[in-house]
């Protein structure tokens, strides 16, 4: 089921996502719906507060249009070693119509444990390493845009604010 994706500035983005201790049906079941939510959007990945679920879940595609899907999903990640260096743009489908440029780690292994319980290590670079960061990010209450300098980070404001008094 597609479910409606949480946008800035719901102070839902913002909260603490707690562990998972058991994988149960219906995390499968939320895990079935980030996807369809995700590839629908479309985006390349997703965590389940932007769905108002704050449980330690996130999902990465990073395949591109023309290849098969290639689904992670990563249960209580945790980033167990980063180096590096990456200055790449960013967006989120909490954060629609804004991009912008992100310092990020440019390599990461992530821990996490798979749909069926099992321990899963991944080691990313480029897109897949800044995605990985941005989900776990979201999973804090952490948004790109939290790693702005203040400035761009004001004039993003503004420009939210200006956009809620247009729709009024």
């Not at 995700?38 to 985006?43: C, I």
């Not at 098969?68 to 992670?72: E, G, S």
């Not at 990985?132 to 804090?140: G, M």
């Not at 761009?152 to 247009?166: N, S, Y």
């Given at each position: 089921m597609i479910r409606t994706i949480l946008t800035y500035p719901s102070p839902e983005l913002k909260k603490k996502s707690a562990p998972v201790t058991i994988i149960t049906d219906?995390?499968?079941?939320?895990?079935?719906?980030?996807?369809?939510?995700?590839?629908?959007?479309?985006?390349?990945?997703?965590a389940?507060?932007?769905?108002?679920v704050h449980q330690r879940v996130i999902i990465i595609d990073i395949s591109g249009k023309n290849e098969?899907?290639?689904?992670?999903v990563a249960i209580n990640p945790t980033i167990i070693h980063a180096d590096g260096e990456a200055y790449e743009e960013e967006?989120?489908?909490s954060?629609?119509?804004?991009a912008a440029n992100v310092k990020r780690h440019a390599r990461v292994i992530v821990k996490a444990l798979d749909l069926e319980g099992a321990e899963r290590t991944w080691k990313a670079e480029d897109l897949l390493a800044i995605a990985?960061?941005?989900?776990?990010?979201?999973?804090?209450g952490v948004l790109f845009v939290d790693h702005l300098s203040m400035l761009?980070?004001?004039?993003?404001?503004?420009?939210?604010?200006?956009?809620?008094?247009?729709k009024r």
């Open positions: 219906s995390v499968r079941e939320l895990v079935r719906d980030m996807a369809e939510s995700m590839y629908a959007a479309p985006g390349v990945g997703l389940a507060p932007q769905l108002g098969p899907p290639d689904l992670i967006g989120c489908l954060v629609p119509d804004y990985f960061q941005h989900e776990i990010d979201h999973l804090d761009k980070r004001e004039l993003f404001q503004r420009k939210v604010r200006k956009a809620a008094e247009e």
